[in-house]
Nanobody, 127 residues
Framework: QVQLVESGGGLVQAGGSLRLSCAASGRTFSNYAMGWFRQAPGKEREFVAA????????YYADSVKGRFTISRDNAKNTVYLQMNSLKPEDTAVYYC????????????????????WGQGTQVTVSS
């Protein structure tokens, strides 16, 4: 089992920044690929960003590319999502997820591939 706890969400004005953190416990963190997903009211959960086990490869949704940065610190068992130039359409509950099996690019983008999820943190961007 892997336990994931997100933090860092909040209310920010458009153009502002937030940094989300996801602390993992329970298993060897470096064995898991990590992803960030988000879900806005009335919408399906969507992929935001992902990072491979070593941190050497990262993947982003087109909607956040150039504004968001995913990173991880395997010594601290934590993955981060730095969000800059935030827009009102970024408003959602943000979830981190972990899985030990993802290898293909398509796997990283698919929430069904991830076995472990955090409880989510709310991000609200005002216009």
């Amino acid at each position: 089992q892997v336990q994931l706890v997100e933090s860092g969400g909040g209310l920010v004005q458009a153009g502002g920044s937030l940094r989300l953190s996801c602390a993992a416990s329970g298993r060897t963190f470096s064995n898991y690929a990590m992803g960030w997903f988000r879900q806005a009211p009335g919408k399906e959960r969507e992929f935001v960003a992902a990072i491979n086990r070593s941190g050497g490869s990262t993947y982003y949704a087109d909607s956040v590319k150039g504004r968001f940065t995913i990173s991880r610190d395997n010594a601290k068992n934590t993955v981060y999502l730095q969000m800059n130039s935030l827009k009102p359409e970024d408003t959602a509950v943000y979830y981190c997820a972990a899985d030990s099996r993802v290898h293909r690019y398509s796997d990283y983008l698919n929430p069904i591939q991830y076995d472990y999820w955090g409880q989510g943190t709310q991000v609200t961007v005002s216009s």
